[in-house]
């Protein structure tokens, strides 16, 4: 069991605010489970997540000679990890974004929660979890040029193409290498389906919870009475990207 956090390896500021673009079921289900839910890698829409550069390939480095056995292939045995790291994604941004809004809400009904990245950290920190935990931002590179650094597993689940710098990523990510009671590497051991809950205190965690700036009164009426009936002492608010008293 791993109760350490590791976010050595960020180069943004830890007070700098982050967000989550989500819809109404999985705003219901983070209110409900008290929880952030950190999904299987190879589960995420990015078919690359996960992936070694072109420059680490053609090396197949020897950093992973004591990992890999019986001449399992070094490229199927990457792949596999996927199904064994977990992962929690924000975007770092001081001010809301139009563009997270509209590539992740696709109707009216989407909610955005605010934090702070060093929330993010500490509310983490209190959980004892199995495996390794790192947060911190997203690297945008090369695929073609770039090399990570090879005797780090976690790496690539921290480095993404540059066509997705867009994104501003902060991620959690938890990996849970299937390690049997040898202390070998045993793929009989089950990953999760799909991926597990992080327990979380939403009370420090959210900051501001904002509502799609094109919702109507009732769906601003109806999170408001939801978030009461959970609990959650945050204010809500509609997002004034669409405010008409701008124009």
């Known amino acids: 069991m791993n109760k350490s956090v590791s976010s050595s390896q960020q180069t943004v500021n830890e007070k700098v605010m982050i967000w989550r673009y989500l819809d ?10 008290q929880a952030l839910f ?3 890698a190879d589960k995420l829409l990015d078919q690359f997540e996960g992936s070694w550069t072109k420059a ?21 045995f990457l792949r ?3 199904k064994y790291t977990i992962v929690n994604c924000w975007h770092w941004n001081e001010y809301e974004s139009a563009a997270m809004w509209e590539l992740y809400i696709k109707s009216d009904a989407g909610i955005a929660i ?7 950290i500490k509310e983490l920190g209190k959980n004892e979890v199995q495996g390794v935990m790192n947060i911190h931002d997203v690297k945008y590179i090369d695929f073609e040029s770039f090399s990570m650094p090879e005797g780090d597993l976690i790496a690539p ?12 990523e902060i991620r959690a ?31 420090i965690l959210i900051k501001n919870i904002l509502v799609s700036p ?14 009461k009936k959970y609990n959650l002492d945050k204010p809500v608010k509609q997002s004034s990207l669409a405010d008409p008293s701008l124009l």
Do not use: C
């Open 173 to 203: 990510v938890i990996q849970q290498l299937p390690i049997n009671k040898l202390g070998q590497i045993d793929w009989t051991i089950k990953p999760h389906d799909s991926g597990i809950y992080i327990p979380v205190d939403l009370n």
């Open 80 to 82: 596999k990890i996927r």
């Open 157 to 168: 689940f921290f480095h993404k193409r540059k066509s997705f710098a867009h994104e501003q």
């Open 38 to 40: 950190f999904t299987r």
């Open 56 to 76: 680490n390939l053609e090396r197949l480095s020897a950093s992973f000679k004591d990992y890999v056995k019986g001449g399992e292939k070094i490229l199927d």
């Open 214 to 227: 094109t919702a109507p009164q009732w769906f601003m009426d109806l999170v408001g009475a939801v978030v």
């Open 24 to 33: 109404f079921t999985k705003f219901i289900s983070l209110l409900d489970k």
């Open 114 to 120: 605010q934090s702070t990245f060093d929330s993010l």
